[in-house]
């Protein structure tokens, strides 16, 4: 279980008298596993601030985050990435292509940076589920938006993580994809017991959601 | 990072960018070792000469003045035609401070006459000359007997092979090293083999004895006394004996090697600023690619890399690029400097002499390991500058 105690994201800038503000402010936040956990916001809400607090990416101002017993800024830097490489899967908002790597290429590379031999044909088995096996040898650069981004959503899921952490990750696929995914990443908690995020201002995901919660200026409440 | 052979990968799928990086590498290598060889080449010449000629005052014929320039003939090492009588000798001796005088005495081969290019030749007299002798004796030790000759270098007869000059048959016993000066195509002989030689060229016309009958020589070498002056004895020779110019080769030398060693200052003043100069252009390219890269990385952080893992990635990157380019560099820059030596020699009209191979490896190798040097500072300062910023932050930016 992945736990967020209180965190917070404080930023330096000018708004009104004060000079800084509060990307995220005091959120706690429980994902459990064979749970999908919806977050929907505005735009600028704190979304991908609390994910990537959440991923062991962005160092909180304050608070902790907890996997399991493990408490994730504690660790020194090539233990949490370690960390991150082996339990956590993330689908980032945007580009995430490695270029000079073909798409199978992508897919493989965290195993084999976390010095596996590389499956190739799991990770075949995740491009064909995502409906893009045929472009396993195609550069990024020839994709388009959403083959790059369920290129992406494969890549974190090869790895069979215990956490997975998407954002937005339906932004720019069509109807047909965006259920796709969704019913995917609902069975990856369903049916395999990972703990699932979905940052997403999709109305349509909403019911995909164990439990769903609305962030507003950085605070989160439940729907 | 192991398996995934991304930094090969980063560099061989990204050929434009891989290439301009190497080609500002060699860049920097190949001036710097082309440069250094140039300098050391000249500094060897240099000393090479001043201890073939290591003589304190070099007595001439007056007239020698305007047929050579004395630069030139120390320098070069080229001699021209010009004579004075023997008896000069015993007045030199005869002088106070000098320790040895050794005559030499200088004629020039036809053109076809035994040579593709034209030689000096030169009488030394075993007996007294501290000047070729030593140099001689590296390679042959018994003295040169009659129509005995050592060849510099570059005069093609060899060991063993029989030399024509006048129409008189010499034996060829030895083969002398480098010097990088003219004296590469001189033909030594002894004195008695000198005068043949000089009567075989006068019945072909092309001989200035002086009187018939007397013996002649080109020139005195001296060394003065240890506590000798070599300053006043080198004006009492210019006062006491007619129609001889006496002068001082080692200022002469010193005053060459301190213009040199100027030259060499130059040269490494430049070099540094070469250096620093790519420094700063390598620093700058390898941050820039880092920086526009930067997503990348955070990607490769994202995927589970480590702060110290991606240090080692751009790391690879970057000395894989130094080391290419140092070697092409290096490999350009010996190209650029070693088939022209002549050229270079004849353009600059100074001593030059390619340094020793175990010189120039030492040479190659270091350029090579500095390069390596720069590329991985600049890796490592880049990789720095990165991981000051949490992955997250720079994965936020334009997403
Ligand atoms: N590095 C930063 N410096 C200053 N403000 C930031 C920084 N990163 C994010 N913010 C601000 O924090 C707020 C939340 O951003 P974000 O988490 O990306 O929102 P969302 O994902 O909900 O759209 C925004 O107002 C954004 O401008
Ligand atoms: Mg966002």
């Known amino acids: 279980m992945l736990r967020a105690e209180d965190i917070s994201m404080r930023y330096f800038r000018k708004t009104g008298q004060a000079n800084h503000f509060y990307a995220v402010k005091g959120v706690s936040l429980a994902l459990c596993p064979g749970e999908v956990t919806i977050l929907t916001g505005r735009s600028g809400s704190g979304k991908t601030t609390l994910l990537h607090m959440l991923a062991g990416l962005l160092t909180p101002t304050g608070g902790r985050v907890l996997l399991d017993d493990t408490d994730l800024y504690a660790l020194p830097d090539t233990e949490l990435s370690r960390l991150r490489g082996a339990k956590f899967g993330v689908i980032p908002q945007g580009r995430s292509a490695v270029d000079t790597l073909t798409v199978l290429e992508n897919v493989l590379l965290p195993g084999q940076l976390r010095g596996e031999r590389g499956d190739a044909e799991g990770a075949l088995r995740w491009l064909d589920a995502l409906g893009i096996a045929h472009l396993k040898d195609a550069r990024p650069a020839e994709l388009s938006g959403g083959e790059l981004r369920r290129m992406a959503i494969a890549r974190a899921l090869a790895g069979n993580p215990e956490v997975i952490l998407a954002d937005e990750p339906t932004g720019d696929l069509d109807d047909e994809n965006t259920e796709a995914v969704l019913t995917l990443l609902r069975r990856r908690a369903a049916e395999a017991g990972k703990a699932v995020l979905l940052v997403t201002h999709d109305s349509e995901a909403l019911p995909y959601g164990t439990r769903v919660y609305r962030m507003e200026c950085g605070a989160l409440s439940a729907l | ?399």
């Open chain 2, 1 to 399: 990072m192991g398996r995934a052979h991304l930094p090969v990968k980063n560099l061989l799928r990204k050929p434009g960018r891989t290439a301009a990086l190497v080609l500002l590498t060699a860049l920097l290598a190949a001036s710097v070792f082309g440069g250094s060889v140039v300098v050391g080449s000249l500094r060897r010449g240099l000393e090479s000469l001043e201890a073939r000629l290591g003589a304190d005052i070099i007595v001439m014929p007056a007239e020698a003045e305007s047929k050579v320039s004395f630069k030139n003939l120390l320098l070069q090492g080229t001699t021209g035609a010009f004579y004075m009588d023997a008896s000069v000798l015993d007045a030199v001796r005869g002088a106070q401070g000098v320790e040895i005088a050794a005559p030499q005495t200088f004629l020039a081969s036809l053109k076809a006459d035994c040579c593709a290019i034209k030689v000096q030749i030169i009488g030394i007299d075993p007996g007294a000359d501290f000047t070729v002798k030593p140099w001689i004796e590296e390679s042959y030790s018994r003295g040169l007997g009659d129509m005995e000759v050592a060849v510099g270098c570059k005069v093609t007869a060899g060991v063993g092979e029989t030399l024509k000059i006048y129409e008189q048959y010499t034996h060829v016993v030895a083969k002398l090293a480098e010097t990088g000066t003219g004296l590469d195509t001189a033909v030594y002989c002894n004195m008695d083999t000198m005068k043949k030689l000089l009567a075989a060229a006068e019945a072909k016309g092309v001989t200035h004895r002086l009187t018939s009958g007397s013996d002649v020589i080109s020139a005195v070498y001296v060394k003065v006394k240890d506590g000798a002056d070599p300053a006043q004895v080198n004006n009492w020779l210019n006062g006491h004996i007619r129609k001889v110019t006496a002068v001082r080769a080692r200022s002469m030398f010193t005053d060459v090697s301190d213009s040199l060693s100027g030259i060499a200052r130059a040269a490494r003043v430049l070099i540094g600023a070469v250096w620093a100069l790519a420094l700063v252009i390598l620093l700058v390219a390898f941050a820039m690619m880092i920086r526009e890269r930067r997503r990348e990385f955070a990607v490769l952080r994202l995927l589970g890399v480590s702060r110290r893992g991606l240090r080692d990635e751009i790391l690879a990157e970057t000395a894989l690029c130094g080391l290419a380019g140092a070697l092409i560099g290096v490999g350009v820059a010996a190209l650029g400097v070693f088939p022209f030596t002549t050229l270079i020699e004849t353009q600059i009209g100074l001593p030059y002499l390619t340094p020793a191979p175990g010189t120039l490896l030492t040479l190659a190798g270091g350029t090579v390991l500095a390069t390596l040097a720069v590329g991985l500072l600049a890796g490592a300062w880049a990789a720095a500058r990165l991981s000051r910023t949490d992955p997250g932050a720079t994965l936020r930016e334009g997403a």
